[in-house]
């Protein structure tokens, strides 16, 4: 199968390309290299060492004898889309290339708006460009277990039942999200179920949970490192957590730190990505996959770090800080997921093994962790302040860039096939 995965350099799009060409498909892929930028205007930088992506391209044709077809570009530019789709014709598109952080979405109206600006648009792209070039391709869009929020009822694949002042009907779980950045997966996921109707294209919307992990089978080199963010913009919980505790800096569970979400290993979401691209739904259908393996409240991932760093001689303390989100600390969750058990979908991964995984890879990079210390401590972004450009730039060195409200003017720049 020829597979497209826009955001290919990301912290799932680069082991997605290996993972996929390891089963013998065909992998292009595009990207800005906006995250990479991103990341470092926060003060924050990837635990790990990841290597420029033409030197990512060069591993992967010697150690694994394949070749991955880069377009740079940003997917803001319909002719950029449109150009890669008509040179690409792929049976599958894999959209992962979007803004990913809440925390950032929240930083000032300028990365509220860019966030879904650029998100929306980006999606909206590929819809066009997939309707017009690739209408039998199968679109496997990357959404959120966030943008259901935490109701007080189980939380349905995509759709459920309801029975409503005398009448049934089958309707879209309703959606909650909590920051700008999740509701722009929920704009999205309208826009997908949408374009599916109308155009009869087949998409599968991907709810994942929280990802972690530093390792994949097809991971066997340095320069096949994937990121590791921990900064307090780009980090989530678990990967703050374990540095923390690494640095010796108290581990910090937000406000009562009973919110729960849904968790799977960044090996376990390959897998899930790979069902979904070989069980492409029938043309007109938009599915749902809720794609997580087990909810854990914050307090529980702190008490699991704290007991992995303890066999280590690490003694870090659990401090619950001030909440810089408004969230429900303590809630009801049980959200569904049977679609990709139905696939064969099998856990591989256990929260506790990862862990142990990322204590082990980070250990050895202590020295880059030491040099991002500031980024890591809370407190720079507040849900309920409109601005907290002071907050962020007091810990970043240099300052971030001054955000622009107008859509990300697109880089067209291309990179020659490789
Ligand atoms: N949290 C803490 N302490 C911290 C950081 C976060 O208690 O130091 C809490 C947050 O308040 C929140 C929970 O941990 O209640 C999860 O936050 P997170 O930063 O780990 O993850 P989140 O912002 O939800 O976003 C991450 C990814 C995002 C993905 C989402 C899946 O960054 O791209 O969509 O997880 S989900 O959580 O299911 O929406």
Redo the contacts with the bound molecule.
């Keep these: 199968m020829k597979v497209l995965i826009t955001g290919i350099d990301g912290y799932s799009g680069w082991p997605l390309a290996l993972d996929l060409l390891s089963r013998g498909h065909e992998v292009s892929g595009l990207d800005n290299f906006v995250t990479r930028k991103r990341v470092k205007e926060v003060g924050g930088d990837s635990a790990l060492p990841i290597a420029p992506f033409p030197k990512r391209l060069a591993a992967v044709r010697q150690l694994m004898g394949k070749e991955i077809r880069f377009h740079k570009g940003d997917v803001t530019s319909w002719s950029f889309v449109h150009d890669v789709l008509a040179e690409e014709r792929p049976d599958a598109v894999v959209h992962l290339a979007e803004q990913?952080?809440?925390p950032y979405s929240m930083i000032d109206v300028h990365h509220a708006v860019r966030t879904q600006v650029e998100n929306l648009s980006g999606t909206l792209h590929l819809l066009y460009a997939m309707k017009e070039l690739t209408p039998d391709a199968h679109l496997v869009k990357m959404g959120?277990?966030?943008e259901y929020g935490t109701p007080n009822i189980d939380i349905a694949e995509g759709f459920f039942e309801i029975d409503y002042q005398g009448r049934h009907d089958r309707v879209p779980f309703p959606r909650q999200a909590g920051s700008w950045y999740?509701w722009s997966k929920v704009h999205d996921s309208g826009n997908v179920m949408f374009a599916t109707r109308i155009w009869q294209l087949r998409s599968t919307d991907v709810m994942?949970?929280?990802l972690y992990g530093t390792r994949t089978p097809q991971i066997t080199d340095r320069r096949l490192f994937t990121r590791f963010d921990f900064d307090e913009v780009w980090g989530?919980?678990?990967n703050?957590f374990v540095v923390e505790a690494i640095l010796g800096l108290p581990i910090?569970?937000?406000g009562k730190?009973e919110?729960k979400?849904?968790f799977i290993a960044l090996e376990d979401s390959m897998q899930s990505l790979r069902l979904a691209l070989e069980h492409p739904p029938a043309p007109g259908e938009y599915r749902v996959f809720n794609q997580f393996d087990a909810a854990y409240s914050?307090n529980e991932l702190a008490e699991l770090v704290r007991a992995v760093a303890e066999k280590r001689g690490l003694h870090p303390t659990i401090e619950h800080t001030p909440?810089p989100?408004t969230?429900a600390e303590q809630h009801y969750y049980n959200p569904i997921h049977e679609h990709l058990p139905r696939l064969g979908y099998q856990r591989q991964r256990t929260l506790e093994a990862v862990i142990e995984e990322i204590f082990d890879d980070l250990t050895k990079y202590r020295r880059r962790l030491e040099a991002h210390r500031g980024s890591v401590m809370?407190g720079g972004v507040n849900w309920r302040h409109g601005d907290n450009r002071e907050g962020i730039s007091a810990r970043s060195h240099p300052a971030p860039a001054p955000a622009s409200t107008e859509a990300t003017p697109a880089s067209t720049d291309r990179t020659p096939a490789t």
Excluded: F, I, K
């Design positions: 990913r952080s809440a959120t277990m966030g999740h994942q949970g929280v989530t919980a678990l703050r910090t569970p937000y730190g919110q979400r849904g914050v909440n989100r969230e809370p």
